[in-house]
């Protein structure tokens, strides 16, 4: 079936759920959804959310397409259309959009051989210009520094973009070597410093530090080799 792209869509995001129904778990197959909708450009007055929906279901060891089935899109709690799968597990799901915050649910509600499975995404419809998919943050940049025996203090930029998600978080990495560091911990996305304590003076350690979202966690920041006092 044809992925036609749309210049008039919304804000989304994509994900995978795999739901099963206990009391079927026995004799049905499970089935999981994937739910995926494009972010274009939103027009004023005419916006469309464009996007898809895939249907599989386990076969043994393997999962398959599931075929010929009927989806119920629903946008905030409304049902406002059905969608059968092709023979590729796809169905297309294009609705009218109005503007602001919206959530739309695809649900599967199973049948005598295949267990139910839903799926839901939130979406924003903007007045116009451009929107785009949420993605990881930007790297920090990264300075450290050896103030006092055995400390490290490491101090961060806020990145220059949060790639449409609020940061959670910042994970720190240390390594001996360049090049080898490995994660140490997290601290709150409310904090742009950390300390790194009761380290062995004259040891020359390398650090760096990510941005963590909902999405995902960012590239690696620069590195920073620090000689302990």
Do not use: C
């Not at 004259?202 to 590239?219: D, R």
């Amino acid at each position: 079936m044809a992925r036609k792209a749309s210049t008039m869509v919304a804000f989304a995001t994509l994900g995978f759920a795999l739901l099963t129904t206990p009391a079927h778990a026995a004799s049905t197959p499970v089935t999981k959804m994937k739910l995926e909708l494009d972010a274009h450009v939103v027009t004023a007055g005419a916006s469309v959310t464009q996007g898809g929906v895939w249907v599989w279901t386990r076969s043994g060891d393997a999962w398959v397409p599931l075929d010929g089935v009927e989806l119920t899109v629903r946008v905030d709690a409304s049902d406002v259309r059905t969608a059968v799968t092709g023979a590729d597990g796809y169905a297309d799901v294009i609705v009218p959009a109005v503007q602001g915050e919206h959530v739309m649910k695809v649900v599967f509600p199973g049948d005598p051989a295949h267990a139910g499975a839903q799926r839901a995404r939130g979406f924003r419809v903007t007045a116009g210009g451009s929107v785009r998919r949420a993605t990881v943050p930007d790297a920090p940049v990264l300075l450290a520094t050896s103030p006092s025996s055995g400390l490290v203090v490491l101090d961060w930029t806020l990145p220059a973009s949060d790639g449409g998600s609020p940061i959670s978080g910042y994970s720190v990495y240390r390594g001996d070597t360049s090049g080898a560091e490995i994660y140490l911990f997290t601290v709150p996305a409310t904090t742009l410093s950390t300390n790194d304590i009761s380290l062995p003076s004259g040891a020359t350690l390398y650090y760096m530090v990510t941005a963590v979202n909902a999405v995902g966690e960012s590239a690696r920041s620069n590195e920073v080799p620090v000689t302990v006092t």
